[in-house]
């Protein structure tokens, strides 16, 4: 039975540096006070009384007294007392601040204390949901270490426009119509057959569409389109045997948003229309030069990475 719960304790440690805080997650309701003690429990203010109090509990007769013990419930709640030396000096201070504390507590309807499990709503334990929670929060950091890997193998200024265009922060006609901006038109500067949104601007623009293929081809990926923006966001290869392939896509990914939005910009900007070949061969450089020079582990040579561009040396 130790070692048991020598288990449970670790492993709630374990969960508890997932970000989910299991381990304070049982309270106690206290209803009639029949099952909790007083002094040791934690069912006040969320701590033990007897370390609050340390000086006064080591005047208490009755050390495992239980809150029906001590507690009567009337119009006022009052506590009685049953010391081995009547409190005095400082102990009659520290007596004088317990004896306001319960008044301020709310006992629960019921007729017995329980355990209530404060992650579910009602109070009952799942090992079920609690399962879900550990597994949401496994996959959350390992989108956040792929994130990271990526990152790293491009300049800052790609890094904050995809987190940018992640929150719909860039400001696309839509998003600046939202917020009240004087517009001419939200339709989109660059094909004008739909409205200027996130979505459009990086996916279902003319000019997004076809750089995309262009994109699938040269990385031999066999899709047509994304579903969604977070699917492209999060990075659509997931290639187990090949870790470093799919983290160099997911790469390519964010550059190719990247580009796609640049080329709006400049054409509203600067009046200038980039051509599918030519943002084509901006992509193969611009991610040619940011990952060659960031990455410690890759060598990718130019000439493979614009034939064959998921071939590399991995020096691991
Ligand atoms: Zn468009």
């Known amino acids: 039975m130790g070692s048991t719960w020598k288990t449970i304790c670790k492993a709630s440690l374990d969960i508890d540096e997932l970000d989910i805080p ?31 109090f340390n000086r006064l509990f080591k005047l208490e007769s009755n050390p495992e007294a239980l809150v029906m013990n001590k507690i009567s419930k009337g119009g006022n709640i009052s506590i009685s007392w049953d010391w081995k030396r009547t409190p005095s000096g400082r102990t009659r201070s520290d007596l004088n601040s317990l004896n306001e504390m319960p008044n301020a507590f709310e006992f629960t309807e019921g007729v017995s204390d ?20 550990i597994d949401d929060k496994l996959l959350q950091d390992s989108i956040s270490i792929n994130e990271t890997e990526r990152l790293n193998l491009l300049p800052q200024k790609v890094g904050v426009f995809i987190s940018r265009a992640k929150q719909r922060q860039i400001p696309v006609r839509v998003e600046l119509d939202k917020r009240g901006v004087d517009l001419d038109s939200v339709r989109c500067p660059v094909c004008d057959n739909d409205i200027e949104t996130v979505e459009h601007t990086l996916l279902h623009c003319s000019f997004a569409k076809d750089l995309w293929s262009r994109a699938f081809r040269w990385w031999n990926v066999r899709r047509s389109m994304y579903s969604s923006l977070d699917e492209m966001f999060k990075g659509s290869l997931n290639d187990s045997h090949n870790p470093q392939k799919s983290t160099l896509w997911q790469a390519i990914e964010w550059v190719c948003g990247y580009i796609i939005w640049r080329n709006r910009n400049n054409i509203i900007f600067h009046k200038s229309r980039g051509s599918g070949p030519m ?26 990475w614009l034939l064959n561009p998921s071939t590399f040396d991995d020096h691991g």
């Open 22 to 52: 299991f381990t304070n997650s049982f309270v106690k309701r206290i209803c009639k006070g029949d099952k909790t003690l007083f002094w040791v429990d934690k069912w006040l203010n969320n701590s033990a009384l007897a370390g609050r």
């Open 279 to 304: 943002a084509l061969n901006e992509l193969q450089l611009k991610s040619f030069e940011w990952i060659s020079r960031r990455s410690r582990k890759l060598t990718i040579v130019w000439s493979q």
């Open 114 to 133: 329980t355990w209530a499990w404060n992650l579910q709503p009602h109070g009952l334990f799942s090992w079920k949901v609690l399962d879900r929670m």
